[in-house]
């Protein structure tokens, strides 16, 4: 009996161990690029008009194609987001919070605050990164897998007009 107690303590501890090391290996990232990438670069944006929004472009250039890698999602500047996908160009919309509307109602009349949004807590990423990397998770065949991208450009900020401009 207690040699069978023995060797179910220790099949336990086997398949915690097992388990955790899984975790660890989770994020691991891959040395080399999985498909030729060109230079990464982003663009600040700021709507034209009070309200409108603004955010920063993402914009992730392929050189060559595969058909067993995808990329599909983001981390940069402490925030993660879905990757886009048009032609041989990826792009990741990061939203700001800056030129938003934020109007909040305050009153003793819990009813009357109802339309109010609930703030956004952000979600801390799992890799350090600075202002000019990122990392970029991408399936290839059933596997994800991340690659880190350094030495982002920043090109010239989009400012949206507010109104069409005449053209004379």
């Avoid at 086997?14 to 990232?29: E, G, P, R, V, Y």
């Amino acid at each position: 009996m207690k040699l069978l107690k023995q060797i179910l303590f220790l099949c336990l501890i086997s398949l915690m161990m097992m388990s955790f090391s899984q975790c660890a290996s989770t994020f691991k990232l891959e040395d080399s690029a999985p498909l030729e990438i060109g230079q990464v670069y982003y663009k600040n944006w700021v709507a034209g008009v009070k309200g409108g929004g603004s955010g920063i472009n993402v914009f992730i250039p392929l050189l060559s194609n595969s058909k067993n890698i995808e990329l599909d999602s983001i981390y940069f500047r402490g925030k993660a987001v879905k990757l886009e996908k048009n032609k041989r160009l990826y792009i990741g919309r990061y939203a700001l919070s800056a030129n938003q509307n934020r109007d909040i109602i305050m009153s003793s009349d819990p009813i009357a605050e109802y339309g109010n949004l609930v703030p956004e807590i952000p979600k801390k990423i799992p890799f350090e990164l600075k202002e000019d990397e990122c990392v970029v998770r991408y399936n290839e065949g059933h596997k994800i897998k991340y690659y880190k991208i350094s030495n982002i450009i920043k090109q010239e900020s989009l400012k949206y007009p507010s109104t069409p401009q005449n053209s004379q």
